[in-house]
């Protein structure tokens, strides 16, 4: 239904409006591009920049390397061909979405440091004693890039595998009639079908890559997202936090102009058969073995072993606060968590309908810049939340102190609204996605039926529309409130004073080498990720019919 601007009117506005406000922290680092450098800035830009951008490219090179390979590889396995526990890995290799690299850092830290296991197991075989013998340093960079690597492989596998559910059987049937085997078919002919997701999902990664502050501030690996906290918190200094976010939302444009050059004006469209039951390549001794230890490797190092490691630090020592402290900690993430999940899935869910309902490029345009968020690693998004923020409130403080002669405090910084509006500014595109996905499977004859009847939008909204597309509204305030409870850099810069989350717990024990410590709040963290994981893994094989759990 395309309704006139009165009928669509307020839902387009609220979309421009939401798009406006969410462009504040961009505009309020690049503000920062025309102020004077401080002696910090000179100071940094003279020792430590070359180094930041020597490990951030780094960093992105080896995600962008390793993110691809593991995840389309275990993505075809799984859609393609059948082997003992496929059915198990085509969910649980989804699990490492659940573990935050920061708190993978922590397990694989504590399993190969000297006093660890790996290493007291190798002297007792070897007889040898510290340093007699080489093993790799987990703390460096090289550490950095294998921990988001295997955190961060699941985007690729998921776009990958709903690629390849999503292909036609002709074309492979095809490729087979051409004498191609199952490997040169996905060679020559599904993975470059499948390229544009597979694009799209090493883009989300590289871009958490450039997000990421726990794992390498961990690992004590300097790059842009620890010298903007370093500056902002140990040297108080704002402007030079903000000129090192403007160098970095340099990659993160670069990474998006990748991913839109890599897909281009490609477009492939199925033919006939589309939702034929797929060939199952049936794999057998050691072929099925070899599938199984592809698939088995990523999910034991990216999930089980850490989740091992981090539950037996928490049962033999564990937080030594555990009790009401950390249930307050709990709660503190929790009310953030909920409160940011209930306002986006709120949002996009008004975003959503405005653009069924009026359409156009002005809506269109105000999604595609509400949603830039979710590429901006939250460093940014603070220090450009916090800048204009802090002056609104000092101005505002100021006024009512000349005026009234009364203060109004710090209103937005002082407590915890504008740490939920950088939550929103980051991941509203995760919601928005999810809803307009759920809204657009609504046939539009259902809006018409509810004109006929009389029902304004609004009242179409809540009482057709909702009860429909609840799966998907569900959907997207979990996976919001998941992310939530991982975010660590936003939260650990914008907090209020003595208001500590979970994350900002683990990593602070992390930080004074209490590792110990730290696995219980890691470990929460990771149980209220598996849930949503579980769903998300369900949801995509339902995306096919003909497959297990998928539509008749």
Same mark, same amino acid.
């Given at each position: 239904?395309?309704?006139?601007?009165?009928?669509?009117?307020?839902?387009?506005?609220?979309?421009?409006?939401?798009?406006?406000?969410?462009?504040?922290?961009?505009?309020?680092?690049?503000?920062?591009?025309?102020?004077?450098?401080?002696?910090?800035?000179?100071?940094?830009?003279?020792?430590?920049?070359?180094?930041?951008?020597?490990?951030? +490219?780094?960093?992105?090179?080896?995600?962008?390397?390793?993110?691809?390979?593991?995840?389309?590889?275990?993505?075809?396995?799984?859609?393609?061909?059948?082997?003992?526990?496929?059915?198990?890995?085509?969910?649980?290799?989804?699990?490492?979405?659940?573990?935050? +690299?920061?708190?993978?850092?922590?397990?694989?830290?504590?399993?190969?440091?000297?006093?660890?296991?790996?290493?007291?197991?190798?002297?007792?075989?070897?007889?040898?004693?510290?340093?007699?013998?080489?093993?790799?340093?987990?703390?460096?960079?090289?550490?950095?890039?294998?921990?988001?690597?295997?955190?961060?492989?699941?985007?690729?596998?998921?776009?990958?595998?709903?690629?390849?559910?999503?292909?036609?059987?002709? +074309?492979?049937?095809?490729?087979?009639?051409?004498?191609?085997?199952?490997?040169?078919?996905?060679?020559?002919?599904?993975?470059?079908?499948?390229?544009?997701?597979?694009?799209?999902?090493?883009?989300?990664?590289?871009?958490?890559?450039?997000?990421?502050?726990?794992?390498?501030?961990?690992?004590?690996?300097?790059?842009?997202?620890?010298?903007?906290?370093?500056?902002?918190?140990?040297?108080?200094?704002?402007?030079?936090?903000?000129?090192?976010?403007?160098?970095?939302?340099?990659?993160?444009?670069?990474?998006?102009?990748?991913?839109?050059?890599?897909?281009?004006?490609?477009?492939?469209?199925?033919?006939?058969?589309?939702?034929?039951?797929?060939?199952?390549?049936?794999?057998?001794?050691?072929?099925?073995?070899?599938?199984?230890?592809?698939?088995?490797?990523?999910?034991?190092?990216?999930?089980?072993?850490?989740?091992?490691?981090?539950?037996?630090?928490?049962?033999?020592?564990?937080?030594?606060?555990?009790?009401?402290?950390?249930?307050?900690?709990?709660?503190?993430?929790?009310?953030?968590?909920?409160?940011?999940?209930?306002?986006?899935?709120?949002?996009?869910?008004?975003?959503?309908?405005?653009?069924?309902?009026?359409?156009?490029?002005?809506?269109?345009?105000?999604?595609?810049?509400?949603?830039?968020?979710?590429?901006?690693?939250?460093?940014?998004?603070?220090?450009?939340?916090?800048?204009?923020?802090?002056?609104?409130?000092?101005?505002?403080?100021?006024?009512?102190?000349?005026?009234?002669?009364?203060?109004?405090?710090?209103?937005?910084?002082?407590?915890?609204?504008?740490?939920?509006?950088?939550?929103?500014?980051?991941?509203?595109? &995760?919601?928005?996605?999810?809803?307009?996905?759920?809204?657009?499977?609504?046939?539009?004859?259902?809006?018409?039926?509810?004109?006929?009847?009389?029902?304004?939008?609004?009242?179409?909204?809540?009482?057709?529309?909702?009860?429909?597309?609840?799966?998907?509204?569900?959907? +997207?305030?979990? &996976?919001?409130? &998941?992310?939530?409870?991982?975010?660590?850099?936003?939260?650990?810069?914008?907090?209020?004073?003595?208001?500590?989350?979970?994350?900002?717990?683990?990593?602070?024990?992390?930080?004074?080498?209490?590792?110990?410590?730290?696995?219980?709040?890691?470990?929460?963290?990771?149980? &209220?990720?598996?849930?949503?994981?579980?769903?998300?893994?369900?949801?995509?094989?339902?995306?096919?019919?003909?497959?297990?759990?998928?539509?008749?």
């Amino acid at each position: 239904m395309r309704g006139g601007l009165m009928r669509g009117g307020p839902l387009t506005w609220i979309s421009v409006a939401v798009a406006a406000l969410f462009l504040i922290p961009i505009f309020g680092v690049l503000l920062s591009l025309t102020q004077p450098g401080s002696e910090t800035w000179s100071h940094l830009a003279e020792t430590v920049l070359p180094r930041y951008l020597f490990n951030t +490219a780094v960093l992105v090179i080896g995600v962008g390397l390793g993110v691809p390979i593991i995840g389309t590889g275990t993505a075809w396995l799984i859609t393609m061909c059948r082997f003992p526990g496929r059915r198990v890995f085509e969910w649980a290799l989804i699990l490492p979405l659940a573990m935050p +690299a920061y708190v993978m850092a922590y397990a694989y830290t504590d399993f190969l440091q000297p006093a660890g296991p790996v290493q007291s197991l190798l002297r007792d075989l070897t007889g040898l004693s510290f340093r007699e013998y080489w093993f790799p340093e987990i703390r460096s960079l090289g550490g950095a890039v294998t921990m988001l690597i295997l955190v961060l492989y699941p985007y690729a596998y998921l776009l990958s595998r709903a690629a390849f559910l999503d292909q036609s059987v002709c +074309a492979l049937d095809v490729s087979r009639t051409l004498g191609c085997g199952p490997w040169r078919s996905f060679w020559r002919v599904a993975l470059p079908l499948a390229r544009p997701a597979i694009v799209a999902g090493t883009a989300l990664a590289l871009m958490e890559t450039l997000a990421d502050y726990g794992t390498v501030s961990f690992f004590g690996v300097p790059n842009f997202t620890t010298g903007i906290v370093r500056a902002w918190i140990a040297f108080g200094d704002r402007t030079t936090a903000a000129q090192l976010a403007s160098i970095l939302l340099i990659f993160v444009f670069a990474v998006l102009l990748f991913e839109a050059q890599s897909r281009g004006k490609a477009q492939f469209h199925q033919a006939t058969n589309k939702y034929q039951q797929l060939p199952g390549y049936r794999l057998h001794g050691m072929a099925a073995f070899a599938a199984f230890s592809a698939c088995l490797l990523p999910l034991l190092l990216g999930f089980l072993l850490p989740a091992g490691v981090l539950l037996s630090m928490a049962l033999e020592a564990g937080d030594g606060q555990f009790g009401r402290r950390y249930f307050e900690l709990v709660g503190n993430s929790f009310i953030l968590a909920l409160v940011t999940a209930v306002l986006a899935v709120l949002l996009a869910t008004l975003m959503a309908y405005g653009r069924r309902l009026q359409g156009g490029w002005l809506v269109t345009a105000s999604h595609r810049l509400a949603s830039m968020g979710y590429a901006l690693p939250g460093t940014i998004i603070a220090v450009g939340v916090l800048i204009p923020f802090a002056a609104f409130d000092n101005a505002l403080d100021g006024w009512l102190r000349a005026t009234w002669g009364i203060s109004s405090g710090l209103l937005l910084t002082g407590g915890i609204a504008a740490l939920v509006f950088a939550y929103l500014v980051r991941f509203l595109a &995760v919601s928005l996605n999810t809803v307009d996905s759920g809204l657009g499977k609504i046939r539009p004859s259902m809006d018409d039926a509810a004109r006929t009847l009389g029902a304004r939008p609004m009242a179409a909204l809540i009482r057709v529309h909702a009860p429909i597309m609840w799966p998907s509204m569900l959907t +997207a305030g979990l &996976v919001v409130f &998941v992310d939530v409870m991982k975010e660590l850099p936003a939260t650990l810069v914008m907090r209020p004073f003595n208001f500590d989350t979970l994350a900002v717990q683990a990593h602070n024990f992390a930080a004074d080498e209490r590792l110990s410590q730290a696995a219980t709040p890691a470990l929460t963290i990771v149980a &209220v990720g598996i849930p949503p994981v579980i769903l998300l893994s369900r949801a995509i094989a339902r995306g096919r019919p003909g497959e297990p759990g998928g539509a008749a």
